[in-house]
Nanobody, 117 residues
């Protein structure tokens, strides 16, 4: 059984920072890439950032320069450092990862991020 569990969400004021974590557990030989997505109120789920095991990254234009994705390959944890947060960053943030030997993308349950004064 493979599980991805996010943590670190919460309420923050505009301009503030949060760090999200996502730990993948279970029988995992290789999980690559890993990524963060988000779904705001009334919106479709959208890409935030992805990262490969070789540390190649990709970001949505809306978060470039403010968010940083990183990962620990030894523990299969992916992080999302979010700085200069804006009210429009309010969303449920989901992590995912592609497990090659299962040919399946797994998703976490999501963590709420609310940016409000």
């Amino acid at each position: 059984q493979v599980q991805l569990v996010e943590s670190g969400g919460g309420l923050v004021q505009p301009g503030g920072s949060l760090r999200l974590s996502c730990a993948a557990s279970g029988s995992i030989a290789s999980i690559d890439p890993m990524g963060w997505y988000r779904q705001g109120p009334g919106n479709q789920r959208e890409l935030v950032a992805t990262i490969t095991s070789g540390s190649s990254t990709n970001y949505a234009d809306s978060v470039k320069g403010r968010f940083t994705i990183s990962r620990d390959n030894a523990t299969n944890i992916v992080y999302l450092q979010m700085n200069s947060l804006k009210p429009e960053d309010t969303a449920v943030y989901y992590c995912n990862g592609y497990i090659h030997d299962r040919r399946t993308t797994y998703w976490g349950q999501g963590t709420q991020v609310t940016v409000s004064s």
